[in-house]
């Protein structure tokens, strides 16, 4: 069974940094790629941040590119959104996912589909 647990969330103010992290187990974690998501009070949950299996190819949402870096540490079965000059805006549940299939590095990670995620983790940014 595969299990994604996020930490790392908490309050910080607009300008500053967070880093998240998502321990995962049950399945071989270095096979399969990984997403953030994040969900904002009244909003639909919305794509943040994507990783390939080895980690060579990364994607981003518009409003976190530049600002946000998505990383995997596969020793640690660990994957981490480094979060820069936050805003309000990006005050959220932030949770990992990733997909049930293999995909290959050929895959763009506009095209993974998520079929497990996290309990989420709390950011919240003051101004």
């Known amino acids: 069974q595969v299990q994604l647990v996020e930490s790392g969330g908490g309050l910080v103010q607009a300008g500053g940094s967070l880093r998240l992290s998502c321990a995962a187990s049950?399945?071989?974690?270095?096979?399969?790629?990984m997403g953030w998501f994040r969900q904002a009070p009244g909003k639909e949950r919305e794509f943040v941040a994507a990783?390939?299996?080895?980690?060579?190819?990364?994607y981003y949402a518009d409003s976190v590119n530049g600002r946000f870096t998505i990383s995997r540490d596969n020793r640690k079965n660990t994957v981490y959104l480094q979060m820069n000059s936050l805003t309000p805006e990006d005050t959220a549940v932030y949770y990992c996912?990733?997909?049930?299939?293999?995909?290959?590095?050929?895959?763009?990670?506009?095209?993974?589909?998520?079929?497990?995620w996290g309990q989420g983790t709390q950011v919240t940014v003051s101004s």
């Open positions: 990783i390939s299996w080895s980690g060579r190819n990364t």
């Open positions: 049950g399945r071989t974690f270095s096979n399969y790629a």
């Open positions: 996912g990733t997909p049930r299939r293999y995909y290959s590095d050929d895959t763009h990670p506009s095209g993974y589909e998520y079929d497990y």
